[in-house]
């Protein structure tokens, strides 16, 4: 008991590192799809995953320095997909913002519109910070 509630707080503390929080709890039981992810040993299976959906968006942000694109997404998944929402976190026109996300998805051949394209985006966009964290 002892030993799984110590991995389960630790745990916690990985997800908030992830996130960016310094200052913030979390209840082992909200971190969601991270309880999984976290426990996955093989960290080249993650890293495949990572780069095989994301590459095409990575590659082009070295390109275009001041574009990027995993931040337009995550914000993107993080206001509901809502675009005037997202423009706004952004501080980009509403059009800018429309324009990227179009660019998005013919970078990554997808469509931003159908929830299995969103959700295989956002798991990748999740798993990045846990990459980060372990380099």
């Given at each position: 008991m002892m030993k799984s509630s110590l991995k389960e707080a630790?745990?916690?503390?990985?997800?908030?590192k992830c996130n960016g929080y310094d200052t913030k709890i979390k209840k082992y039981d909200e971190i969601?799809?991270?309880?999984?992810?976290?426990?996955?040993?093989?960290?080249?299976?993650?890293?495949?995953?990572?780069?095989?959906?994301?590459?095409?968006?990575?590659e082009n942000d070295k390109k275009i320095k001041e574009?990027?694109?995993?931040?337009?997404?995550?914000?993107?998944?993080?206001?509901?997909c809502n675009v005037t929402s997202t423009a706004e976190k952004l501080f980009l026109h509403r059009n800018t913002l429309k324009y990227r996300i179009k660019k998005v998805e013919e970078?990554?051949?997808?469509?931003?519109?159908?929830?299995?394209?969103?959700?295989?985006l956002?798991?990748?966009?999740?798993?990045?910070k846990i990459i980060k964290l372990y380099s």
């Open positions: 630790e745990l916690s503390i990985k997800y908030l969601g799809v991270y309880k999984l992810l976290f426990n996955i040993e093989d960290k080249a299976v993650l890293e495949n995953f990572y780069y095989g959906t994301l590459g095409p968006i990575l574009v990027n694109n995993i931040k337009i997404l995550e914000t993107y998944f993080n206001e509901d970078l990554l051949e997808c469509d931003l519109r159908n929830f299995n394209d969103c959700n295989k956002k798991m990748a966009i999740e798993i990045g």
